[in-house]
């Protein structure tokens, strides 16, 4: 049995690491190693999931100094021994289906990355959810016993069987984009990066729930210098390395909503958030002759740079997370922007409104209001 190493980094996660790691070892697929990095918490979490690796021996709590997300994760690369590696936030959960499923999948196909859809769930919602798909009552849903596989694993029952109706692989063995078992989808390397690209991109923004060949990782790690997209850049790596994957879309992956950032130290970026890591991306289709692809970052970049710019100018610095000079330093972002060649074949309209948000504010204003009107009246 292929074992999976589950990369959990851990930054003052007191109120929601136990949840998380409840749901990793009621997994219906035990072969598992756990690998907590705590990122220099100042809370008890590290005491925590200490307490728990006394319970089952899958897990390991790895400890360093304060460096960020992107450290942690990369120490967990790094200390994993597992055939494949899977990722997964603090305060976040997954169904315990879904390592069976994503290794039977991913096995089965050939593919190097394979992930699902996602939930975002308030605290009480995903403790209900949890609840549910774990057939235990809501109150007992997290009392499962450490390290024991849940009633109903299809691992077993599931072997052998043809799942996938019509699809024929090609003379390398790649599997064009179908559905297998009416819930997963395949894709060859060329059609990977057209899911990032066009298709998954939000789901594929983020490496939660991402389970991937430690092979096809190879020398990759996150880029620490990136405050926010480290992961969207992690996973824009990868896929163009040439990987097949397979897609799962049951949303298994519970992502947590709260105020707090709890697997990093460094705030968000707010509107700015993807803004170093869109650019990258973008400059890296354009400079391959991909400007379809990289047309769709240009716009990302355009808009989170206008949307920075309206935050600063109605009072909310704190919001996307610089301070000083923020509105000078954006004039030059944009001024530079407005140069890029692809800055050129955005849309009429939306070159038209930022050129006006940093010329004459009042005016944009008043432009954008008529914009998102029309626009309304035309989605209706």
């Given at each position: 049995?292929?074992?999976?190493?589950?990369?959990?980094?851990?930054y003052?996660?007191?109120?929601?690491?136990?949840?998380c790691?409840?749901?990793?070892?009621g997994?219906?697929?035990?072969?598992?190693?756990?690998?907590?990095?705590?990122?220099?918490?100042?809370?008890?979490?590290?005491?925590?999931?200490?307490?728990?690796?006394?319970?089952?021996?899958r897990?390991?709590?790895?400890?360093?100094?304060?460096?960020?997300?992107?450290?942690?994760?990369?120490?967990?690369?790094?200390?994993?021994?597992?055939?494949?590696?899977?990722?997964?936030?603090?305060?976040?959960?997954?169904?315990?289906?879904?390592?069976?499923?994503?290794?039977?999948q991913?096995?089965?196909?050939?593919?190097?990355?394979?992930?699902?859809?996602?939930?975002?769930?308030?605290?009480?919602?995903?403790?209900?959810?949890?609840?549910?798909?774990?057939?235990?009552?809501?109150?007992?849903?997290?009392?499962?016993?450490?390290?024991?596989?849940?009633?109903?694993?299809?691992?077993?029952?599931?072997q052998?069987?043809e799942?996938?109706?019509?699809?024929?692989?090609?003379?390398?063995?790649?599997?064009?984009?179908?559905?297998?078992?009416?819930?997963?989808?395949?894709?060859?390397?060329?059609?990977?990066?057209?899911?990032?690209?066009?298709?998954?991109?939000?789901?594929?923004?983020?490496?939660?729930?991402?389970l991937?060949?430690?092979?096809?990782?190879?020398?990759?790690?996150?880029?620490?210098?990136?405050?926010?997209?480290?992961?969207?850049?992690?996973?824009?790596?990868?896929?163009?390395?040439?990987?097949?994957?397979?897609?799962?879309?049951?949303?298994?992956?519970?992502?947590?909503?709260?105020?707090?950032s709890?697997?990093?130290?460094?705030?968000t970026?707010?509107?700015?958030r993807?803004?170093?890591?869109?650019?990258?991306?973008?400059?890296?289709?354009?400079?391959?002759?991909?400007?379809?692809?990289?047309?769709?970052?240009?716009?990302?970049?355009?808009?989170?740079?206008?949307?920075?710019?309206?935050?600063?100018?109605?009072?909310k610095?704190?919001?996307?997370?610089?301070?000083?000079?923020?509105?000078?330093?954006?004039?030059k972002?944009?001024?530079?922007?407005?140069?890029?060649?692809?800055?050129?074949?955005?849309c009429?309209?939306?070159?038209?409104?930022?050129?006006?948000?940093?010329?004459?504010?009042?005016?944009?204003?008043?432009?954008?209001?008529?914009?998102?009107?029309?626009?309304?009246?035309?989605?209706?």
């Open positions: 049995m292929k074992k999976i190493s589950v990369i959990i980094p851990a003052n996660s007191e109120k929601y690491i136990e949840q790691l409840w749901s990793v070892t997994q219906t697929y035990g072969n598992l190693e756990i690998i907590v990095v705590d990122d220099g918490s100042g809370d008890d979490s590290a005491a925590i999931c200490g307490r728990l690796a006394e319970t089952d021996g897990i390991r709590v790895l400890r360093q100094k304060n460096s960020g997300v992107s450290a942690a994760r990369n120490h967990g690369i790094d200390a994993a021994t597992g055939e494949y590696v899977f990722f997964l936030d603090s305060d976040d959960a997954i169904h315990p289906l879904l390592l069976e499923e994503m290794l039977r991913a096995e089965q196909y050939h593919a190097q990355l394979a992930f699902c859809g996602y939930r975002k769930l308030d605290s009480s919602r995903l403790e209900a959810v949890l609840g549910e798909v774990s057939g235990l009552p809501e109150t007992e849903a997290p009392g499962a016993a450490l390290g024991e596989e849940l009633p109903g694993s299809t691992w077993e029952t599931c052998g069987e799942l996938l109706e019509g699809t024929q692989e090609t003379a390398q063995g790649a599997v064009s984009e179908k559905y297998t078992d009416g819930r997963w989808l395949t894709a060859d390397e060329t059609e990977t990066e057209e899911w990032f690209h066009v298709k998954y991109t939000d789901t594929l923004s983020g490496i939660g729930g991402k991937i060949l430690r092979e096809a990782v190879g020398k990759l790690r996150f880029d620490s210098r990136l405050v926010n997209g480290e992961d969207t850049f992690f996973l824009y790596q990868l896929t163009r390395s040439r990987v097949r994957s397979v897609y799962c879309q049951e949303e298994w992956y519970y992502y947590r909503k709260h105020g707090e709890v697997t990093s130290s460094a705030g970026a707010g509107s700015m993807y803004f170093e890591s869109a650019v990258r991306i973008r400059n890296g289709e354009y400079e391959n002759g991909n400007a379809e692809h990289a047309m769709r970052w240009e716009i990302l970049v355009v808009d989170q740079v206008r949307r920075s710019y309206g935050a600063q100018k109605r009072g610095a704190g919001s996307v997370g610089i301070t000083g000079s923020a509105r000078q330093e954006l004039r972002i944009a001024v530079a922007e407005m140069r890029h060649p692809l800055f050129r074949r955005i009429f309209s939306d070159r038209v409104l930022f050129t006006c948000c940093f010329a004459c504010y009042p005016v944009y204003v008043v432009l954008n209001r008529i914009v998102l009107f029309l626009a309304n009246r035309r989605s209706r």
